[in-house]
């Protein structure tokens, strides 16, 4: 089974607007991180937001947050006022701690922020 | 956030030669780096983990002796594509893990990736 799963290839938003990009994850382990990266053109990822397994609160940076339901696997990340700048690729990636240094990420959504 | 430096960003070179590709993390100390391929349109592929001081260790299908990876300190690794091939282009993009902080936080930086292209 795939431990990351992101249902969304391609996402169009209209500028200034929020947007939430899907991702669910599999996993038995108690203990893990769930992330979200940024991908432009350029090719660099860019760490944008973290969760941790235990966190009671929704992790929040700025204009990205995430909505992080446990029961449901889901860690969505939604971005809010979006930019021009926001177009990119983003990546959801798990790392279960027991495993240690196998970071699992999605198949990427690509989303395009429309003026 | 932390920073990842990895050059070159963009290589191209004959079939038969050897690239080497470095990747240091700034302004942290990395015990573990890792190295991944990615191809177009596509998610990245883990080729393998670096461990400070000790030998690399490779994915499943990776050529430990086409792929060689030096981590001689912990800022420092380096990825030799030997006697590369035109199959062998592709993005590569190293990535460092900051251990500073708890352990499920450990959040893994990202370098600006190496475009490799094979002649």
């Known amino acids: 089974a795939q431990k990351i799963t992101q249902t969304q290839p391609g996402m169009f938003v209209q500028e200034k607007e929020a947007v939430t990009l899907d991702c669910t994850y599999d996993t038995s382990d108690q203990s893990y991180g769930l992330f979200w990266y940024k991908q432009p053109s350029s090719g660099e990822m860019i760490f944008l937001i973290y969760?941790?397994?235990?966190?009671?609160q929704n992790a929040t940076e700025g204009r990205y947050s995430l909505n992080f339901q446990k029961a449901r696997k889901s860690a969505n990340l939604v971005i809010s006022a979006s930019q021009l700048g926001d177009s990119a690729m983003y990546f959801c990636?798990?790392?279960?701690?027991?495993?240690?240094?196998?970071?699992?990420f999605g198949t990427g959504t690509s989303l395009t922020v429309i003026p | 956030g932390a920073v990842v430096s990895q050059h070159p960003s963009w290589v191209i070179c004959k079939s038969g030669t050897s690239v080497k590709i470095e990747c240091r993390s700034l302004d942290f100390q990395a015990t573990t780096m890792f190295w991944y391929r990615q191809f177009p349109k596509q998610s990245l592929m883990l080729m393998a983990t670096s461990n400070e001081g000790s030998k690399a260790t490779y994915e499943q299908g990776v050529e430990k002796d086409k792929f060689l990876i030096n981590h001689a300190s912990l800022t420092l690794s380096t990825l030799t594509v030997t006697s590369a091939h035109p199959e062998d282009s592709s993005f590569y993009i190293c990535?460092?893990?900051?251990?500073?902080?708890?352990?499920?936080?450990?959040?893994?930086?990202f370098g600006a990736g190496t475009r490799l292209s094979v002649l």
């Open positions: 969760q941790g397994s235990y966190d009671e």
């Open positions: 990636a798990m790392r279960e701690v027991i495993t240690g240094n196998q970071f699992y």
């Open positions: 990535s460092a893990r900051d251990e500073s902080g708890s352990v499920g936080k450990n959040i893994q930086y």
